[in-house]
């Protein structure tokens, strides 16, 4: 039987909303690259958009450590694409 609280149901919707965030952010990149030709590298955003699928997925198993860590690498690596795209868009060197 599957025993989901209210703390795993807001987790899920938490991981699912920053894994549909990174979609907007993936359409973003690669408008910003057809609009005016800087390579934002886009083709490699959808990487931490799987990842933090795969986190709002896991979180229906018991909660360990692999869990954990698979949440620490999607945020990190939607963080650095989102950070990436900034300094892109804003004209930083």
């Known amino acids: 039987m599957l025993d989901l609280s209210l703390q795993n ?3 899920i919707y938490a ?3 920053a894994g549909l965030i990174m979609i907007f952010i993936t359409a973003i990149a690669k408008f910003y690259q057809k609009k005016f030709g ?3 590298f886009y083709y490699f ?3 931490p958009m799987i ?3 795969t986190a709002a997925f896991h979180l229906f198993s018991y909660r360990t450590g692999i869990s954990e ?3 620490l ?3 990190v690596g939607s963080f650095l694409v989102g950070f990436f795209l900034y300094r892109l868009m804003v004209g930083v060197k």
């Open 38 to 40: 800087i390579k934002t």
């Open 15 to 17: 991981w699912t909303a």
């Open 51 to 53: 990842v933090l699928f």
């Open 73 to 75: 690498i999607g945020s």
């Open 45 to 47: 955003y959808p990487l």
């Open 69 to 71: 860590s698979i949440e």
């Open 9 to 11: 149901i807001i987790e």
